[in-house]
T-cell receptor
Framework: NAGVTQTPKFRVLKTGQSMTLLCAQD?????MYWYRQDPGMGLRLIHY???????AKGEVPDGYNVSRLKKQNFLLGLESAAPSQTSVYFC???????????????FGPGTRLTVL | EDQVTQSPEALRLQEGESSSLNCSYT??????LFWYRQDPGKGPEFLFT???AGEEKEKERLKATLTKKESFLHITAPKPEDSATYLC????????????FGQGTELSVKP
């Protein structure tokens, strides 16, 4: 039981390049989330999914796209990377919506992305 | 607007010196308050969930409490291994199970 895994762990891009971050969970969770973490800003939600085939925007969605083709995977794409997207990206998952006695969110180890 | 504020930003303690971290929140209808621990280079790790004012939960040297406006994470006789960033979060008012995080408190415990 690996929990939540993220690929890759580190990446350096040049401005304008594209890439996809992969998140996988083996806990059969319905809900999956992508956050970014920047110094002094805390964790901010980029996009999330409430089930296979669904996605929705979070707090800071601009410049990112996501897909949830399989229940266990949640992909985060950067079509044209910008230096402002330099950050640490975390994926999380939960069985139920967080809150109302629901499940907590379980986080992956993160991907450190630098855009030059 | 949903908001979570943590204080202090950083806290340095000597081993055995007890203290508290604060998390104040503004949200329409609290549906839980979550505490996480984050070690450098790792993802947040779940510690506690509190649902109603007056509720308390404990784990080793940590005790979390909740009022109608804020939560405290009390650390009793801390050890160097308690050094980490502590995050608190609340579910947002909108649906989807989204969490609103505070900026975190970076705790350093020196031997």
């Amino acid at each position: 039981n690996a929990g939540v895994t993220q690929t890759p762990k580190f990446r350096v891009l040049k401005t304008g390049q594209s890439m996809t971050l992969l998140c996988a969970q083996d806990m059969n969770h319905e809900y999956m989330y992508w956050y970014r973490q920047d110094p002094g800003m805390g964790l901010r939600l980029i996009h999330y999914s409430v089930g296979e085939g669904t996605t929705a925007k979070g707090e800071v969605p601009d410049g990112y796209n996501v897909s949830r083709l399989k229940k266990q995977n949640f992909l985060l794409g950067l079509e044209s990377a910008a230096p402002s997207q330099t950050s640490v990206y975390f994926c999380a998952s939960s069985y139920e919506p967080t809150g109302d006695s629901g499940d907590t969110q379980y986080f992956g180890p993160g991907t450190r992305l630098t855009v030059l | 607007e949903d908001q979570v504020t943590q204080s202090p930003e950083a806290l340095r303690l000597q081993e055995g010196e007890s203290s508290s971290l604060n998390c104040s929140y503004t949200v329409s209808g609290l549906r839980g308050l979550f505490w996480y621990r984050q070690d450098p280079g790792k993802g947040p790790e779940f510690l506690f969930t509190l649902y109603s004012a007056g509720e308390e939960k404990e784990k080793e040297r940590l005790k979390a409490t909740l009022t109608k406006k804020e939560s405290f994470l009390h650390i009793t006789a801390p050890k160097p291994e308690d050094s980490a960033t502590y995050l608190c979060a609340v579910p947002g008012s909108n649906q989807g199970g989204k969490l609103i995080f505070g900026q975190g408190t970076e705790l350093s415990v020196k031997p």
